[in-house]
């Protein structure tokens, strides 16, 4: 995929990208501007001359972005079980793409693609070979297209941060931590799919297996019952117990409201023990990134991460973090580690990839 500039060729792409709680539909012109759409029904055939889909999941087999055909379809599909909440839903919009806009090429551009240079030691679980080997279970990481875009802004914005050492918390609905290394990435907080780690909006993140073996053992939980709970009853959502939203969340808390108090708290606390984690992955820390919706928009979740994190050397400034808007930086002029708070443009990196594999 490449951290590099969007193309200046080819015309309009339309960029899909299905998240897990919205779906973002984006023409992205041959200088990187991009307009915001509803709807397929709202895009004048004329104007696109491609479709590209962000697609959470590549498993095994797909590492760059590729031309969708009916076999690619059938093994995008196959992936679904490891990332329920974003493959079902791009083959959803893959088909309805294919229906409103017939007849224009589709890409699909996989989020575990920017991922793929993490060492065997990131990737490797301590489990029996044959699971690693023949079922494949490793560690893929997620959000790399994000990611991708946060190292190239970040190096926009401060020049000496092209070759350093960033970690980039990707905090929305999904949330993840990721340590970058001279452009590369070199571990993420999420795994074998986008479950583990960070607690996110509906979802659990990291959890003792044996916890959900004592479930299934002695509370009678099935698998799709667990699934479900891991994935739609969890996170901020199964912490404050009234919506996975942080803004509504923060203002609760500050109300009193102690299970909105404990979301926010739990939820720094394994941020920011996951930047330290990833900051040790990317042999130390040049540069902290917040992106995405929680990233950019919730200074208080900036401002109870960096706290933590004093002891690497991060020195927020208050005020500047108040104050924040994308894209800018928010630690004092002192502070050893810039932080840096970066709007979240995946669509032209998604649009950029598309172009390229089309021959643009």
């Excluded at 076999?71 to 839903?89: G, S």
């Excluded at 959000?143 to 991708?148: E, L």
């Excluded at 000496?160 to 990707?170: E, Q, T, Y």
């Amino acid at each position: 995929m490449g951290v590099a500039r969007v193309s200046a060729a080819g015309g309009e792409v339309l960029v899909v990208n299905a998240g897990s709680t919205s779906l973002k539909l984006d023409l992205v012109g041959e200088g990187g501007d991009s307009e915001r759409v509803e709807r397929f029904e709202d895009v004048d055939p004329a104007r696109p001359r491609a479709i590209a889909h962000r697609v959470v999941h590549g498993g095994p087999r797909f590492r760059d972005p590729v031309l969708i055909d009916s076999a690619v379809r059938e093994q995008i599909f196959e992936t679904e079980e490891l990332a329920p909440l974003h493959n079902a839903r791009s083959l959803e919009e893959i088909d309805s793409a294919r229906e409103a806009l017939p007849g224009l090429p589709q890409v699909a551009v996989f989020d575990t693609g920017f991922h793929a240079t993490m060492p065997p030691a990131a990737v490797a679980y301590a489990v029996p070979r044959r699971w690693r080997e023949e079922w494949g279970v490793r560690r893929y990481g997620f959000h790399g297209i994000s990611v991708a875009w946060s190292v190239e802004r970040a190096g926009e914005l401060v020049e000496d941060l092209a070759d350093a050492r960033l970690v980039v918390c990707h905090l929305g609905g999904g949330c993840s931590v990721s340590a970058v290394r001279a452009g590369e990435s070199v571990d993420n907080s999420m795994g074998f799919s986008p479950l583990e780690g960070l607690p996110m909006a509906t979802r659990s993140g990291s959890v003792d297996p044996d916890a959900l073996l004592y479930l299934m053992r002695h509370r009678g939980l099935g698998t799709e019952t667990l699934e479900h709970a891991l994935n739609f009853e969890s996170g901020l959502l199964g912490l404050a117990g009234h919506g996975g939203d942080m803004e509504a969340i923060e203002a609760a808390a500050a109300d009193g409201d102690a299970d909105a108090l404990l979301a926010t708290e739990v939820f720094a606390h394994r941020c920011a023990g996951a930047v330290a984690a990833m900051a040790a992955a990317a042999g130390g820390l040049d540069a902290l990134v917040f992106t995405a919706g929680i990233g950019e928009g919730s200074a208080a979740v900036r401002e109870r991460v960096c706290a933590r994190l004093r002891f690497l050397g991060v020195a927020l400034d208050p005020r500047r973090n108040a104050a924040a808007v994308p894209d800018c930086e928010v630690a004092v002029p002192s502070s050893s580690v810039r932080v840096l708070v970066v709007r979240a443009r995946e669509e032209l990196v998604i649009a950029r990839a598309a172009r390229e594999l089309l021959g643009d």
